[in-house]
């Protein structure tokens, strides 16, 4: 094993690439631990933050205290939390209302006001009753109109001011402001595991099938390869558009497609494979030995096909998160609720022109990177087991 | 020969067809001529004897190995009638336990073994399958078998590419006789080993013959191996048998000139170089062999009736056979 690892480490470059697969196979498997945030929590995140340029703080709301006021005798008080709220009948129908907290406030608001009552110095909300101050920190005149104060009942919210925190978004924030990082960590994750399951199942439908073509020969070795040189002359995203089209969206789908589009490769490298096998005298002694076909073709076939298989499987995840990430970002792929790097960088694509470029360059930076590095290992691993190239 | 043969064989054949597949058929229909095909065994028969030790000779592509492969119920035949211990080849492979009692030693040690499984699966897997011993003893089978051939048990969780040519030939013996064969078929077991090797596993496999009681049958283009080990020999050319003789009586008086070509092209004494098999002439194509009597074109003795005619194998005496027209002048 290690001799095999230094080997392979002889090209620097393949060395590198292996350790940013092996990395992004970690952010796959441990996305939730990895990741700053979790972009499904709506919690987490805030419109506020939305669209915010790389590198950018994110910002925490002030505390926000309310209460509901009547000045039944002319005057009230009420205290909530850190603020102490004040109203006073300053003159027939009108109140004053003053706000005292630690600090400057950041908004005043007063809601619950009838129609023909008006605050100084306020804007009113365009529907609700609701009246934001200009100047958050002076006392608030409030004309109450036909309605005596006694009556009213008013709710005051004091917010205090906004302030940036220590978070920090290192590839900004997307039109939701969720954290591109973690969204795209995430989005790692589920093309990682969509990639590696497809080409996994690709490979175990495959090699059942070029097992089989070899084992029997004849008339069943000419219809499995029969069908897997159809299946080579369409276009394999083709293939795929075709089988979400007719089967919907989904994980289980795009698993589908994707041993739909990739079964025969393995079927043909297994076939080739199993064939000069079989020549082999340890196949006439097992059957000599009186095992079953299934136990030959698993027990003593399949595990000399594996070193070609596993150069194709490594080659072959690259393509199949190539294959899903082409088919979300054309609509067809995963649903809304897994993001996938390709649907994020779908999602980006709208406001490249925006100039909110970071929304769908950096999962297409990770996506690249993804796939070229994963294609590099199993060139690596191809020619290490390719005999004629060593020295 | 008072009790039921080991082996009795009656007229086995196989044919391998060349062409295959649509295109070739139509073309054959179009211009008429006949499917190219090689009649690799050609209506052979004989018996061997539980206990016995039969050698196969011959020329490179005479048909040994198809014959060898068709005793061990791995390829089909093509005709004739094969009887194991009285029973149909048939009958007995269908029963796994029956089948078992007959077993191969390959030729080539680098390919008869898996290269991705430890000792201990490929001597132990089919005892355990086949329920001959439980699980939990196949370590101590396995220990016991390795040996009776002569390997320690260090070799148990080792792989195969860690032995030498004669070790990995050892291996695979123990893993035949894991499964308690009858009748061992040597397909040129030696063939591919030095002659110090080649000469220690011979030794071997005498051991095991005389311990076990085991039927062999020895296949070897090296005539002294054959003349040291071997009770009977059968003289195979392109397919079919030509002659049939117990070992001492083939040496001292072989019958069909054939033979005589073989043995004249033997060391004398024995030396330390290989004695292969060197026979004057070109060995005829088994695309399209002869007619008649398949040596006449080598054949000093050949008269017109030798090309018209396939020799029946005659009997000579009570013990041997040989087939050729005119096997009292020769010898
Ligand atoms: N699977 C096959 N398909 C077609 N022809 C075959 C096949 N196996 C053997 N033959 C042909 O049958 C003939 C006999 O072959 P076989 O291997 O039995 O010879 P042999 O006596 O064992 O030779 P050698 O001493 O070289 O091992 C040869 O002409 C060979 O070409
Ligand atoms: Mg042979």
Redesign the interface.
């Given at each position: 094993m290690t001799g095999f690892l230094k080997e392979f480490a002889e090209s620097r470059m393949a060395a590198a690439c292996l350790a940013l697969s092996l990395l992004f196979a970690a952010c796959a498997l441990f996305a939730p631990f990895i990741a700053p945030m979790n972009p499904y929590d709506l919690r987490a995140f805030s419109l506020d933050d939305a669209r915010l340029p790389p590198g950018s703080r994110q910002v925490e709301k002030g505390g926000l205290f309310r209460a509901t006021l009547s000045a039944r005798e002319g005057a009230a008080e009420e205290s909530e939390g850190a603020a102490t709220f004040r109203l006073v009948e300053e003159a027939p129908g009108r109140l004053l209302l003053t706000v005292e907290t630690e600090g400057t406030l950041g908004a005043l608001r007063i809601l619950g006001l009838p129609r023909d009552a008006s605050v100084e110095g306020a804007r009113r909300h365009p529907i609700r009753s609701e009246w934001t101050l200009a100047d958050p920190t002076a006392p608030a005149a409030i004309e109450t109109g036909a309605m005596t104060p006694a009556v009213l009942n008013l709710t005051v919210e004091a917010e205090l001011p906004a302030t940036a925190t220590d978070t920090r978004f290192a590839l900004g924030t997307d039109s939701y402001g969720r954290d591109m990082l973690s969204a795209i960590i995430y989005g790692i994750r589920i093309s990682f595991i969509v990639g590696a399951i497809g080409a996994v199942g690709s490979m175990a439908v495959g090699s059942a099938l070029g097992l089989a073509a070899a084992w029997f020969g004849g008339r069943v070795d000419a219809a499995i390869m029969r069908l897997a040189g159809f299946q080579l002359s369409i276009p394999s995203l083709m293939v795929g558009l075709l089988t979400l089209t007719i089967l919907g969206k989904g994980v289980d789908k795009i698993l589908i497609a994707i041993i739909l589009i990739q079964w025969t490769v393995f079927a043909r490298t297994t076939r080739s494979v199993a064939l000069a096998e079989l020549r082999?005298?340890?196949v006439?002694?097992?059957?000599?030995?009186?095992?079953s076909a299934v136990?030959i073709n698993l027990?003593?076939i399949l595990?000399?096909c594996l070193p070609p298989l596993l150069v194709i499987l490594t080659i072959n995840i690259a393509s199949a998160i190539t294959l899903e990430a082409s088919l979300s970002f054309l609509g067809v792929g995963l649903p809304l609720t897994q993001p996938s790097l390709g649907m994020l960088i779908a999602n980006g694509y709208e406001y490249m022109f925006s100039n909110l470029y970071w929304i769908a360059i950096f999962p297409g930076i990770a996506l690249m990177l993804m796939v070229v590095s994963i294609n590099v290992v199993g060139d690596r691993l191809r020619d290490m087991f390719n005999p004629q190239l060593k020295r | 020969m008072t009790s039921v043969p080991m082996i009795a064989a009656h007229e086995l054949s196989k044919v391998f067809p060349l062409e295959r597949g649509l295109w070739s058929a139509l073309s054959r229909k179009l211009s008429g001529r006949p499917p190219r095909r090689v009649q690799a065994v050609d209506r052979v028969s004989f018996e061997v004897a539980p206990g016995e030790t039969v050698g196969i000779v011959g020329e490179s592509g005479c048909g040994k190995s198809t014959l060898a492969?068709m005793l061990?119920?791995?390829s089909g035949t093509n005709g004739g009638e094969l009887l194991l211990r009285g029973r149909p080849l048939a009958e007995v492979m269908s029963d796994?336990r029956q089948?078992?009692k007959?077993?191969?030693i390959?030729?080539?040690p680098q390919?008869?073994?898996?290269?991705?499984?430890k000792v201990v699966d490929i001597v132990g897997?089919?005892p355990v399958?086949?329920g001959l011993i439980p699980r939990a003893e196949k370590e101590a089978r396995v220990r016991a078998m390795l040996e009776r051939v002569g390997l320690g048990p260090e070799a148990l969780h080792r792989y195969p590419h860690q032995f030498s040519g004669g070790q990995r030939q050892r291996i695979?013996i123990a893993?035949a006789l894991a499964?308690e064969p009858e009748l061992l078929i040597c397909d040129e077991s030696v063939a591919a080993l030095d002659v110090s090797v080649q000469a220690q596993i011979i030794n071997l496999l005498m051991e095991l013959r005389r311990d076990l009681g085991l039927t062999m049958l020895f296949i070897s283009h090296d005539l002294s191996v054959i003349r040291h080990i071997c009770d009977r020999v059968i003289v195979m050319y392109l397919g079919r048998a030509v002659e049939i003789a117990p070992t001492d009586a083939l040496f001292a008086d072989p019958r069909h000139p054939y033979t005589r070509m073989l043995l004249a092209g033997m060391p004398r004494i024995s030396t330390e170089r290989r004695a292969f098999l060197e026979v004057a002439g070109e060995i005829p194509s088994p695309l399209a062999p002869p007619a008649g009597c398949h040596f006449h074109p080598r054949c000093q003795f050949r008269t017109e009736e030798c090309l018209a005619q396939r020799p029946p194998l005659d009997p000579v005496d009570a013990r041997r056979s040989a087939a050729c027209l005119r096997w009292r002048e020769i010898g």
């Open positions: 082999s005298d340890y006439d002694a097992a059957r000599g030995l009186r095992l136990r027990r003593h595990p000399n | 492969k061990a119920g791995l796994p089948a078992l007959v077993q191969m390959f030729q080539d390919s008869s073994l898996n290269a991705r499984m897997e089919a399958v086949h695979g893993r499964v």
